[in-house]
């Protein structure tokens, strides 16, 4: 089965930086869309960045100008560097692939493989 498996989680002090992992594994990566998803406690999930296999990005207004999302295809890794942190950055952080949203490519609505998440804290 396809998994997709988190890391680089942690906290971290306000204007600091991480860097998140997501690798799959299961299956081969071709063309598909993916993401990078967050959720704070008590609060709706909230759509951070996605990227085609053809490099196209979009990130959420909260996130554009400190995240930035990239990819390994060699690696089967997705990643989410994140700078400037905020105290509201912090939640648990999700990676998520859709082989068939390569055309309607977001960080919205549903994904078809979801990972376990990682937890990070943005201390002030």
């Known amino acids: 089965q396809v998994q997709l498996v988190e890391s680089g989680g942690g906290s971290v002090q306000s204007g600091g930086s991480l860097r998140l992992s997501c690798a799959g594994y299961g299956y081969r990566w071709f063309t598909q869309c993916m993401g990078w998803f967050r959720q704070a406690p008590g609060k709706g999930r909230e759509g951070v960045a996605s990227i085609r296999t053809d490099g196209t990005t979009r990130y959420g207004a909260s996130v554009e100008g400190r995240f930035t999302i990239s990819q390994d295809g060699a690696k089967n890794t997705l990643y989410l560097q994140m700078n400037s942190l905020k105290a509201e950055d912090t939640g648990m952080y999700f990676c998520?692939?859709?082989?068939?949203?390569?055309?309607?490519?977001?960080?919205?609505?549903?994904?078809?493989?979801w990972g376990q998440g990682a937890q990070v804290t943005v201390s002030s």
């Open positions: 998520a692939i859709d082989p068939a949203r390569y055309g309607n490519c977001s960080p919205t609505g549903s994904f078809k493989y």
